[in-house]
């Protein structure tokens, strides 16, 4: 069974820049998309983006990203470790939300709290 | 990109009865990429109905899914004390991805 968490700083100063890593257990994370998605306290859900690695020697997996979010954000993975990580940079209060990592539609992390403030 | 919009808001219910739940797209979803999930406070979306069909594994019988193309449906035959929650629907086959805004099922 395909198990995902997330974890990283719960606390992010402004403009600093946010670093999440979702360890999968149970699978190789070759071969499949996995997404990052956020949820805003109260609010619905929105896709930053996933990445998709085949596996394939010297290919470091291709990215896809939500337009709105696309000039701040970099996804990448780990396959020696079987992780992979967000990184979305100058962040302001908007940014606040619980951060999902996922493999889409089906499996889903828990969640974490990320909250942007001084 | 592919816009859902989920009606209604709020659906107040009893037990018992029956919820119908709508997602409408913007444009055609890709191949029915379009998938229901069910979350509850304080936890993470779960996946009910995949392909707009297809339950996934271990979810009761009383969800279904249906439609294609722009519109699609989910059906809770006989809302049971634990289906009062948030339902979301996604449609994964058109980048971007994206999520209506959500209907709740709360209690009459």
């Known amino acids: 069974q395909v198990q995902l968490q997330e974890s990283g700083p719960g606390l992010v100063k402004p403009s600093e820049t946010l670093s999440l890593t979702c360890t999968v257990s149970?699978?190789?994370?070759?071969?499949?998309?996995w997404s990052w998605i956020r949820q805003p306290p109260g609010k619905g859900l929105e896709w930053i983006g996933y990445?998709?690695?085949?596996?394939?020697?010297?290919?470091?997996?291709?990215?896809n990203y939500n337009p709105s979010l696309k000039s701040r954000v970099t996804i990448s993975a780990d396959t020696s470790k079987n992780q992979f990580s967000l990184k979305l940079s100058s962040v302001t209060a908007a940014d606040t939300a619980v951060y999902y990592c996922?493999?889409?539609?089906?499996?889903w992390g828990k969640g974490t709290t990320v909250t942007v403030s001084s | 990109e592919i816009v859902l919009t989920q009606s209604p808001g709020t659906l107040s219910l009893s037990p018992g009865e029956r919820a119908t739940l709508s997602c409408r797209a913007s444009?055609?979803?890709?191949?029915?990429?379009l998938a229901w999930s069910q979350q509850k406070p304080g936890q993470a979306p779960r996946l009910l109905i995949y392909?707009?069909?297809s339950r996934a594994t271990g979810i009761p019988d009383r969800f279904s899914g249906s439609g294609s193309g722009t519109d699609f449906t989910l059906t809770i035959s006989r809302l049971e004390p634990e289906d009062f929650a948030v339902y979301y629907c996604q449609q994964y086959g058109t980048s971007p991805l994206t999520f209506g805004q959500g209907t709740r099922v709360e209690i009459k």
């Open positions: 996922a493999r889409v539609p089906s499996v």
């Open positions: 990445i998709y690695y085949s596996g394939t020697t010297h290919y470091s997996g291709s990215t």
């Open positions: 392909g707009a069909s």
């Open positions: 149970g699978d190789s994370i070759s071969g499949y998309y």
């Open positions: 444009q055609s979803v890709s191949s029915n990429s």
